[in-house]
């Protein structure tokens, strides 16, 4: 059923695990756990489902941007319960938002160095991560 769903999505982003560890005890868990609190089909989908879940502040670190996606969009996207889940949306609550210190400068001072303006600048992981020499480095990534 969807609201099964839901709710291991959210346990499994959060708290959860498919499995008892001998952590559990070491804290209350239900201060940190994700909840699904809405679920909604999806227009024309018999099979679809739009789950609504929020997450409290305390289970984030502060000013990391790291940590907030891998707890949200970490493992859970291969939970064999699910055949597929996507996330549609994110809203990040201003008291969150405002721990984030932000860059110690602006964007027009990394379009300077690059000499590149008028366009999105883009990043991405070169593969193999590990491995290559500083010169291939350079080679792959220019």
């Not at 999505?9 to 699904?36: F, H, Q």
């Not at 679809?48 to 996207?77: C, H, K, R, W």
């Not at 064999?80 to 405002?98: F, G, H, M, Q, S």
Request: charged letters at 20%; glycine letters at 10%.
């Amino acid at each position: 059923p969807p609201e099964e769903a839901g709710a291991a999505v959210a346990a499994e982003s959060s708290t959860g695990t498919w499995t008892t560890v001998w952590t559990d005890g070491l804290t209350s868990l239900d201060r940190y756990k994700g909840r699904c609190y809405h679920i909604e089909p999806v227009a024309g989908e018999e099979t679809q489902f739009i789950a609504y879940v929020a997450y409290p502040l305390d289970l984030f670190e502060e000013g990391s941007v790291t940590n907030m996606f891998t707890s949200i969009v970490g493992n859970v996207f291969g939970f064999k319960a699910l055949r597929a889940l996507r996330l549609e949306d994110l809203r990040i609550p201003t008291a969150y938002v405002k721990t984030f210190q932000g860059p110690p400068h602006g964007i027009q001072v990394e379009r300077d160095k690059l000499n590149k303006y008028g366009r999105p600048l883009l990043g991405c992981t070169i593969k193999p991560k590990l491995g290559l020499s500083a010169k291939n480095y350079g080679r792959a990534v220019y």
